[in-house]
């Protein structure tokens, strides 16, 4: 199975700026996709950005983008010019092409101060 | 719009008893997944079905049952709750491998 690991339990950013969480992940596999997914106070999960894994290209959501380093294993999350109501558990996952389900790091709590 | 419900939203139970968490789906959706979150630990995979009449275990399934009779259905039973079931329960579902999950919106449980 995959494992994903999320080294910063939380992080905080002031308004405007720009944060980046960091994941890394284990996996013999060649094809499979990743995903960070934002948890607010709500507690409702929701998609923030997908990246194919034999894809190159970073993939990029607005103000969310991801720096994707295959050979090193690591799939970190950048929000630029932050806001308020990105304060969130953020969550890295990953899914192996020939897997069912997404495996899910521990999270990193954002705080977005004004 | 619903997308993925989950009933109920909050529930307490007492040691030794049973319920059934109900997710259901709208988007004609293959996959669904139950997923539980514990502080700390993340999110972590109960059971899952590939389609209707199909489930199979997850990570941490000892203590749960599951059934998806209907496609649009994938129930979560605890035939004895015990204290550490205490935890939020997600339910998503998702079109087919890899492409993301939906959420339900979770289903926190207390068991005293």
């Known amino acids: 199975a995959q494992t994903v690991t999320q080294s910063q339990p939380e992080m905080s950013v002031q308004e405007a700026e720009t944060v980046t969480l960091s994941c890394t992940y284990d996996t013999s596999e060649s094809d499979y996709y990743l995903f960070w997914y934002k948890q607010p106070p709500s507690r409702q999960m929701i998609l923030v950005i997908r990246?194919?894994?034999?894809?190159?290209q970073n993939a990029t959501e607005n103000r969310f983008s991801v720096n994707f380093q295959k050979a090193a294993k690591s799939f970190s999350l950048k929000i630029s010019d932050s806001q308020l109501g990105d304060a969130a558990m953020y969550f890295c996952?990953?899914?192996?092409?020939?897997?069912?389900?997404?495996?899910f790091g521990k999270g990193t709590s954002l705080l977005v101060t004004p | 719009n619903a997308g993925v419900t989950q009933t109920p939203k909050f529930r307490v139970l007492k040691t030794g008893q049973s319920m059934t968490l109900l997710c259901a789906q709208d988007?004609?959706?293959?996959?669904m997944y139950w997923y539980r979150q514990d502080p700390g630990m993340g999110l972590r995979l109960i059971h899952y079905s590939v389609g209707e009449g199909t489930t199979a275990k997850g990570e941490v399934p000892d203590g749960y049952n599951v059934s998806r009779l209907k496609k649009q259905n994938f129930l979560l039973g605890l035939e004895s709750a015990a204290p550490s079931q205490t935890s939020v329960y997600f339910c998503a579902s998702e079109r087919g491998a890899n492409y993301g999950y939906t959420f339900g919106s979770g289903t926190r449980l207390t068991v005293v």
């Open positions: 988007m004609n959706h293959e996959y």
């Open positions: 996952a990953s899914e192996s092409n020939s897997g069912y389900a997404l495996n």
């Open positions: 990246q194919e894994a034999y894809k190159q």
